[in-house]
């Protein structure tokens, strides 16, 4: 997600899933929430009730990502990156790093491109490039996929469903790119939106947001995870997010 982007992108935007397309001409994803939740639970982002997955979006970011790496070390956590390939081919070292530290790494596009405006080559391509530079620099293969701005095109599942990844969105946002948030208020916009079972989306990069978002994200990140431990919801990576959240093949 990003700044401004949202209402355009969302309102232009054709959401699928398992064979089923959704169009979308309404104000945004965020209308289709309870149709997407009850029929697309996965794309949702929906996992085990007691089960919470963190998720990072963005990066890898050398100012950034070595700090939420330390913060979610210091807590014994493994959590899920969503990398740009453009960003990872800059910083395979980084993404190298993310991947020792045990944490799980999918793909967020080769740039921060809105999909539905891209035809089907340009998508394949993109979703391609990502997923090599990723298994590349990390020496694993990716198998999740989430759309920059959280918005897929026909093209875009159908290239994931060919390179093997799964899509997924979020449930729960801290909206840390809105100007002038800073950490209490990301945290309030978290604990509005947290639940069991639930996906957290936050940034480890500004790539998207105003420069030095990140910080209101990490600063967050403190009280989000004492507020899980307090309604003893378990956080961990998408792979172990439930029975249905694991990577083909295994
Ligand atoms: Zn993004």
């Avoid at 401004?4 to 969302?10: C, E, K, P, T, V």
């Avoid at 453009?86 to 809105?114: C, K, N, Q, S």
């Avoid at 998207?208 to 378990?234: F, I, M, V, Y």
């Amino acid at each position: 997600m990003g700044p401004g982007i949202s209402r355009a992108g969302y309102a232009a935007a054709a959401l699928a899933a398992g064979g089923l397309a959704v169009a979308q001409a309404g104000p945004g994803i965020t209308a289709l929430r309870p149709v997407r939740d009850r029929f697309f639970p996965r794309l949702s982002g929906q996992g085990r009730s007691g089960h919470v997955a963190l998720t990072f979006d963005d990066g890898p970011d050398p100012a950034a990502t070595p700090l939420f790496i330390e913060a979610l070390a210091e807590r014994g956590l493994r959590t899920t990156f969503f990398m740009l390939g453009a960003r990872v081919e800059r910083e395979p070292a980084l993404a190298a790093e993310v991947a020792a530290a045990g944490h799980e790494i999918g793909v967020h596009g080769w740039e921060h491109r809105f999909l539905p405006l891209r035809g089907p080559r340009a998508t394949f391509a993109d979703l391609t490039r990502a997923r090599d530079v990723i298994a590349e620099a990390s020496g694993r293969v990716p198998w999740l996929f989430r759309p920059p701005y959280g918005v897929l095109s026909s093209p875009a599942l159908a290239a994931a469903r060919a390179r093997g990844l799964t899509c997924v969105l979020w449930t729960c946002w801290g909206r840390e790119w809105t100007p002038g948030a800073d950490a209490a208020a990301v945290y309030a916009t978290l604990a509005s939106g947290l639940d069991g079972g639930g996906t957290v989306l936050l940034h480890d990069s500004d790539t998207t947001s105003p420069a030095g978002s990140w910080r209101a994200a990490l600063g967050a990140l403190p009280a989000l995870l004492d507020e899980c431990s307090r309604r003893n919801l378990l956080v961990g990576p998408l792979g172990e997010h439930g029975p249905a959240w694991s990577p083909p093949g295994l």
